[in-house]
Structure formats: C-alpha cells, structure tokens
C-alpha cells in the first residue's frame, strides 16, 4: 500500500553531520505521521524523531534532542532527519515509517517501514 525508500546514510566522523531522506511512494493519499527509528548492534530497535501529518508537531527521545531534527515536504511525499553533531553511539541502522493512528502512538511503531539505511560515526 505504501512503500517507504531510504536512499541516505553513509559514515561521518564524529560530530560531523549528517542528512538523511525517505521517499514514500504508493498509495500515500491521507493522513500519516512519519518517524524515525534506529537499532544499534545489539539493541532493541529505539524510537527517535517523528513529525505529525502537516509538520506542526515534533517529538524526539532525549538521547537525541537539540541535535537532530526532523522535517517533511508533502509535495515530495518525503521526510527527512537532519543530524548534527554526531556521536559513535549514534552508530546504527535508521528506519522510517509511516503512521496512520495517532500521533503519540507512532513512537511504538508505525504500520509502514522503509528498508533501512546503515549510519556509522566513527570516533
């Protein structure tokens, strides 16, 4: 129904920054909250940034506030994660994901996932 393209990552030193991008494509008329996730080798996958539909609303987890920020342009049904001062442990795979519920419950996961996006920050 919805197919999520993350065409981004790549390796930084540390606190270099950092820009990725998901492209939606599919059925994307509606309402969807998008989000960011990532999973760290091994880690359980952590929730990190989302955006509600029309951009008006943010939330990110603490590990990461002040340093990255999401953002989304409807026109190019894509979202982006910009990210600076970057840290090792920022090291992980980075998913998005499309939400159709409510905003807050994105952070529990959405009903759409993008294939990942490797993301290495090497000290």
């Known amino acids: 129904q919805v197919q999520l393209v993350e065409p981004g990552g790549g390796s930084v030193q540390a606190g270099g920054p950092l820009r990725l991008s998901c492209a939606a494509s599919?059925?994307?008329?509606?309402?969807?909250?998008m989000g960011w996730f990532r999973r760290a080798p091994g880690k359980e996958r952590e929730f990190v940034a989302a955006t509600s539909w029309t951009g008006g609303m943010t939330t990110y987890a603490d590990s990461v506030k002040g340093r990255f920020t999401i953002s989304r342009d409807n026109a190019k049904n894509t979202v982006y994660l910009e990210m600076i001062s970057l840290k090792p442990e920022d090291t992980a795979i980075y998913y998005c994901?499309?939400?159709?519920?409510?905003?807050?419950?994105?952070?529990?996961?959405?009903?759409?996932w993008g294939q990942g996006t490797q993301v290495t920050v090497s000290s």
């Open positions: 994901s499309a939400h159709g519920g409510t905003f807050i419950s994105i952070v529990r996961g959405g009903d759409y």
């Open positions: 599919g059925r994307t008329y509606g309402a969807y909250a």
